[in-house]
């Protein structure tokens, strides 16, 4: 599996940087996010080092499939009945750390558009 020793979110995956877990699996790791903006707010990221949305092809997306899974599976268990999947993908839209990741936001309203 292809990771990168300089990546944030690989580092959480691998343990050398803590994490507050939420659920992991041989797949995928899902932990709360540093800086929530809902009262519920968790990343999923894969472990393998994919780096955006955009990198997404048909050799790997199987695990955006099994990140859905997760967050249903996440979701159901914490009693969100409601939440917001979020993916930014390159810089204009705001993506800070170049590890793909679905941020989950739950616990308050949500306006739309977004910002
Ligand atoms: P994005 O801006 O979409 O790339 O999202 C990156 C997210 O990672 C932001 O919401 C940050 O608050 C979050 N984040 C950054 N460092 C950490 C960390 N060490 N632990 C948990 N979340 C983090
Ligand atoms: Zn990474």
Redesign the pocket.
């Known amino acids: 599996m292809h990771t990168d020793p300089n990546c944030?979110?690989c580092k959480?995956v691998g343990g050398e940087?803590p994490?507050?877990k939420v659920y992991e699996d041989e797949l995928c790791y899902a932990?709360?996010?540093?800086?929530?903006?809902a009262p519920v707010?968790f990343?999923v990221v894969p472990k393998e080092h994919i780096c955006c949305a955009a990198k997404i092809t048909a050799d790997n997306s199987s695990i955006v499939a099994h990140c859905f899974e997760v967050i249903a599976k996440i979701c159901a268990e914490l009693g969100c009945e409601s939440y917001r999947v979020?993916?930014?993908c390159g810089d204009q839209?705001?993506?800070?750390?170049?590890h793909l990741?679905f941020?989950v936001l739950s616990g308050r309203d949500m306006t739309w558009p977004p910002g």
Do not use: C
């Open positions: 944030l979110f959480i940087i994490s507050n932990f709360y996010d540093i800086e929530p903006q707010h990343l979020v993916n930014n839209a705001g993506q800070t750390v170049k990741h941020h």
